[in-house]
């Protein structure tokens, strides 16, 4: 019923940028906490950022100063934009909606995100 559509990955150079969306569908809390996600193969998904409905924000170490969560409340669309992109960054980027705590989480389908130097 909730769905998650991540758009915006693509191929890359190294020191460029991406702009990744997610878009919302279905029963979205308007309390909902959206965040990014990422996985690269052979580790573990790790928060990338993650945003509040009040719009608190929390960033990975390793992408502070480089990328900005930002959310379009009235669109149920959060984005994402990525800049100073390194190969390290490369990943599927998920998109994820959670609120009641974790009663209600929802995942997206992924995104590639691909950097090369």
């Known amino acids: 019923q909730v769905q998650l559509v991540e758009s915006g990955g693509g191929l890359v150079q190294a020191g460029g940028s991406l702009r990744l969306s997610c878009a919302a569908s279905g029963t979205i809390s308007s309390l909902s906490t959206m965040g990014w996600y990422r996985q690269a193969p052979e580790k573990q998904r790790e928060l990338v950022a993650s945003i509040t409905s009040g719009g608190s924000i929390v960033y990975a170490d390793s992408v502070k100063g480089r990328f900005t969560i930002s959310r379009h409340n009235a669109k149920n669309t959060v984005y994402l934009q990525m800049n100073s992109l390194k190969p390290e960054d490369t990943a599927v980027y998920y998109c994820?909606?959670?609120?009641?705590?974790?009663?209600?989480?929802?995942w997206g389908q992924g995104t590639q995100v691909t950097v090369y130097s």
């Open positions: 994820r909606s959670n609120w009641r705590g974790y009663e209600y989480v929802y």
